[in-house]
């Protein structure tokens, strides 16, 4: 449940009090309802199930311990906290016995406001009986939702699954997800980056094995791996993330089709984000949430000139960069408020990419590199047999490789 949705009840008899709470407690983002006595806090109690609430000791008409009492016994699913000017041992002695998770003297600061509600709303912190203990992205756009569904049903078999998309668009997240949620989540997961195998192509661990960079595999690399493939045990199974698409990666003549016919029983294709701009309000609140639930604190918000900032962003770090950026951001801001200057776009690590819109000229260099290298990987660097393989002349193939820089 998120912040906007969680509801507190204020008790304090004095205005001012009350009104600084409730400001103070809006701004966070919490839904707030007010009493100046015990008998008017007893009836909201009656009326609205409250996610916490916050009590001064003295009442007009009772006091504290008296609601924590009555709290503890008619609503024990609500964590009741006591705020006094007047408070002694005995007092927080007597209130803590009867249920209160806290006592705490007047006056408050804002942080230490913070971390009580912080405190309390993570007392009666369960997870919905019907989430199954399923791991999820757990983001309320269509495009997450789909991925959920895609995760869940490829967790419960044991098929190879490729997964496509630009670089930083949670490949490995994904797969990692398919993991937790199948039957070997018990056993290694394992990542083989192709381009570099130090520790072979083949790892006799049991558990999930995650491939990255295959389309770099050598045709002799290629025939191990599918025999590999072929020899899996019942606690091993293989995902393959790759930075093609489905459409590059399928029609490549650098890789074997029979590697393609093995590995790409299963398939998941990422979005980039930028082509997610219409949701990126969206995902930047529920990733802000997300942070903020690792971190134990409450989720930071966004300005609106710190949301046209980011949506301006084309991300080519995808997720992976947006995560970066409302990171440093929210560990920044004050008073969970992210601002303009707070969103650092510069030197995040991701260079812009390539794609038709931004430079025709490069986006088409961009694919010659990728299928002249496969030719000439798939020919062991034959140049004349590359060149009948991609079916353009000797000559040609020797101009682009000079022109291209290709070694």
Known sequence: MTAEQKKILVVDDEPDILQLLDISLTRMGFSVYKAENLGSAKYQLSKTTFHLCL?????????????????????????????????????????????????ITKPISLDTLRQLVITGLQQNDVVDDDDDDTRKIGISIEYFEQLDTSINKYAQSRVPVTIYGKHGSWKEKIASLIHENSELKNLDLSFVDCSNPVDGLTPEQQGTLVYHNVEQLKPEQQTILIQFIKSLSDQQRIIVTSNWTEEEFKHSMGIKKSLVRAICVGEIQTTSLIELKDDLVEICKARLEQLAEVWNKLPCKLHPTAIAKLKQHNFPGNMKELDLVLSKAAVNCQNQLIREDEIQLENTGFQPQLNKEMNLEKYIEEIEIREITNALAKTNNNKTKAADLLGISFRALRYKIKKLGID
Do not use: M, R
Not at 63 to 72: I, T
Not at 78 to 95: D, L, S
């Open 55 to 103: 009590s001064d000791f003295k009442l007009p008409d009772g006091n504290g311990s008296e609601l924590v009492e009555h709290v503890n016994e008619l609503y024990p699913n609500t964590p009741i906290a006591v705020i006094t000017a007047f408070g002694t041992i005995n007092h927080a002695v007597e209130t803590l016995k009867k249920g209160a998770f806290d006592f």
